[in-house]
Nanobody, 118 residues
Framework: QVQLVESGGGLVQPGGSLRLSCVAS????????MDWYRQAPGKVRELVAR???????NYADSVKGRFTISRDNTKNTMYLQMNSLKPEDTAVYFC????????????WGRGTLVTVSS
């Protein structure tokens, strides 16, 4: 069983920065691709960034050049460094673990709220 816990959200002014963390339990973190998603009020959940088990990264166009996804397999932790934040970045941010070894299952955290406002 995998559990994911996000942290690091909060209120920040436009142009500011935040770093989100996602800690995973269990032994499958290092061999799994990991995602950050976000869901703004009244909108569908969208993929923000992905990091593969090998460390390759992909970003949504809306965050390229501003957000950086990373992982530390020794700590079972994934990060999202968010810089130059905009009001439209306001959302609940979720991490997802894509378990594919032996069986296919997506595990989600409960999310952390990021509010960008002056």
């Amino acid at each position: 069983q995998v559990q994911l816990v996000e942290s690091g959200g909060g209120l920040v002014q436009p142009g500011g920065s935040l770093r989100l963390s996602c800690v995973a339990s269990g032994s499958s973190f290092s061999i799994s691709d990991m995602d950050w998603y976000r869901q703004a009020p009244g909108k569908v959940r969208e993929l923000v960034a992905r990091i593969t088990s090998g460390g390759n990264t992909n970003y949504a166009d809306s965050v390229k050049g501003r957000f950086t996804i990373s992982r530390d397999n020794t700590k079972n932790t994934m990060y999202l460094q968010m810089n130059s934040l905009k009001p439209e970045d306001t959302a609940v941010y979720f991490c997802k673990l894509n378990h594919r070894l032996g069986y296919a299952m997506d595990y989600w955290g409960r999310g952390t709220l990021v509010t960008v406002s002056s």
